[in-house]
Each structure stands twice: as structure tokens, then as C-alpha cells.
């Protein structure tokens, strides 16, 4: 963990050991949760993995911001689910709760007054719910159809802030979803389309998804004359042309073909006598990456996209660019 000075103080020393001790006690608690994990955790997955609806995530306080987590997460792994806050369900938004969905409640004590309404509304709809608390004998434990019951860790915090037990809270919320996305056979793929922004978004963008079609495509028949091959490449701005041959495509023409082949015949002749056989192609279904390296490779900066030997695409490095591929 860089930091700007190398200047460390008796201050300084014990506030990196007061932070080694935090985070031990933390580790202890997550040890301690990964030991009692049991048949009541599976059976938690099992509930949430078999309902209809969406999973209602809730909390109160600290715990409430650890079901906001929680209920981010599930959603981003496929898992449809949102928080709704205790004290506005008792002012309206338990209509929010349907009797597709399941509740995954969170509590340090158990005792949180404010979960009572959904609580009760829970029971009265049959909806299923799961509680999360430290107190075996708690409201929420009782209540709850799966309780899991934190490990009775200390909090890392001498006033007893909330440390160690959110710690626990928003590890048991990864480990549930992490074992929803096995049992749904959630993949890079899908977790991709949740996340077009980001990183592993950009990294399963397809040629189809950025590639040229339709009218835009350069295409000329093997027959054609320069002429009319050079009014092609000039008006549709890849720089190059397609060559079909019974609607295949057997060529391609460069601008730096062109260049090669300047003569004072080069107009008249036909685009079969200038074009480069078997040209360099992908399929819609690749990766854009896949298409981006091929075009650094061979230092191009289009490649015709072909399905059954027609072309049904063109895709120009800009493109790829433009899409955050790199």
C-alpha cells in the first residue's frame, strides 16, 4: 500500500497496529462464519434459487447498508433482486413485495424493530424468509423459515460499533450469491451483458454487436471495372472493397492495391486482375478483442465479417477503438 512519506511515528506505528488488530479480529470472524456454515445455509440457496420473483433484500442501520450490497451483487450475478428499506415497507413499499419474491432480512440483533411490518407481512403472504442475525433466540431467528446465525465473534471495536458483524454479513451475502450463480449457470457472458460499462463488458463485446452491414457494405462483383471499383471504395470510407464471386467473397481491394497497381490502364482493368484472392475474415459471433488483434497483427485496419462465405459485415479498427477494446 504506497504512501507519500516514509516518515513513521510512534503515532504512526500504533495506528498501523491498531489496524492489524482490527483486521485480525475480522479474519476471525469470517473463520468462524466459514466453520458453522452449514445444511441452513444451503437450504437459504435453495430458497432463494427456486422462487419465481426476485429477491427482496432489507436491513436496518448498518445492516441496512450491507443488504443495499448484497442486493447489488445478486442483481449483477443474475439473481433478480433489490433492497427495500424497513421503514419505507411500512409506509407503502411492502406493496413492492409480491408472493413470487423472498425476503433475506439482516439484523445484528435480531431485534430491530423496524423489520416487524415485513416480518409480519411475510408470515401473512406466505412469502419466504430468510434471517440473518447473531442472537439464536432473536424475533427475526424465530420468525425467519432459514436463519442463519452469525458466529458470536466480537465486534473489532471497543464501543461495539458494528465491525466484525457486517464484515460477516456482507461475506455471507457474497458466499449466497456466488452459490446462486453455480446453481443458475450464470457465466462471464451473462455477467457481461449486466455490465456494458465495464471492463469484462467490454471484453465479450461481439464483431456483430459493432460491425458495418446492409447498404454501408464496399462491395463489387469480381467482373466489375476499376472505374466503377474506385467510386465503391471512395463513397463507402473503409478503404478497401470486397470482391463477391457468385455472391462469395473471393477478394479484396486496398487503397494500397491501388497504389501498387497505378498505371495508365489500371481504370479499365477488372477488379479480379487488382484484388488480393482469399482475404483475411471473422465471424459475427467473435469477440471484437479476437477481430482487434487480428487487424494489429497483420497491421490492417478492416476485416470483412463472413457467414458461409458471404460477407454480412465490415469491421474498421476505429470501430473497436471507439468501444473501449484496447
Known amino acids: 500500500m504506497p504512501i507519500k512519506t516514509q516518515i513513521i511515528d510512534v503515532k504512526s506505528s500504533d495506528d498501523i497496529a491498531q489496524g492489524q488488530a482490527v483486521l485480525a479480529q475480522e479474519i476471525k470472524g469470517l473463520q468462524a462464519l466459514s466453520d458453522a456454515l452449514g445444511e441452513a445455509f444451503a437450504l437459504a440457496v435453495s430458497t432463494l434459487a427456486e422462487i419465481k420473483g426476485r429477491v427482496i433484500v432489507t436491513g436496518m442501520g448498518k445492516s441496512g447498508h450491507v443488504a443495499r450490497k448484497i442486493a447489488a451483487t445478486m442483481a449483477s450475478t443474475g439473481t433478480p433482486a433489490y433492497f427495500v428499506h424497513p421503514g419505507e415497507a411500512s409506509h407503502g413499499d411492502l406493496g413492492m413485495i409480491t408472493k413470487d419474491d423472498a425476503v433475506l432480512a439482516l ?8 423489520l416487524s411490518d415485513i416480518i409480519g407481512y411475510c408470515k401473512r403472504f406466505s412469502i419466504p424468509l430468510v434471517g440473518v442475525a447473531r442472537r439464536s433466540g432473536s424475533m427475526l431467528v424465530e420468525a425467519a423459515d432459514v436463519a442463519l446465525v452469525l458466529p458470536e465473534v466480537p465486534e473489532a471495536c471497543a464501543t461495539g460499533a458494528p465491525t466484525t458483524s457486517t464484515t460477516m454479513m456482507m461475506a455471507l451475502g457474497d458466499a449466497m450469491s456466488v452459490a446462486l450463480v453455480e446453481r443458475r449457470g450464470f457465466s462471464k457472458q451473462d455477467f457481461s451483458v449486466f455490465h456494458p460499462g465495464g471492463k469484462l463488458g467490454k471484453a465479450f463485446i461481439r464483431v456483430s454487436d459493432l460491425m458495418h452491414g446492409g447498404a454501408e457494405l464496399p462491395l463489387v462483383k469480381a467482373t466489375d471495372i476499376m472505374r466503377d471499383v ?40 477488372t477488379a479480379s486482375a487488382i484484388m488480393k484472392n482469399s482475404p483475411l475474415s471473422i465471424r459475427p459471433q467473435a469477440l471484437a478483442a479476437e477481430a482487434l488483434a487480428i487487424m494489429n497483427d497483420k497491421s490492417i485496419t478492416s476485416l470483412f465479417v463472413v457467414e458461409a462465405e458471404k460477407p454480412v459485415g465490415i469491421l474498421h479498427i476505429h470501430d473497436c477503438l471507439r468501444a473501449g477494446i484496447a
Open 107 to 114: 439484523s445484528n440483533s435480531g431485534e430491530t424493530a423496524e
Open 230 to 269: 474506385l467510386l465503391t471504395m471512395t463513397s463507402k470510407r473503409f478503404g478497401c472493397a470486397g470482391v463477391l464471386d457468385g455472391g462469395k467473397l473471393v477478394g479484396i481491394i486496398t487503397d494500397g492495391d491501388l497504389r501498387r497497381h497505378m498505371q495508365a490502364d489500371l481504370l479499365e482493368k
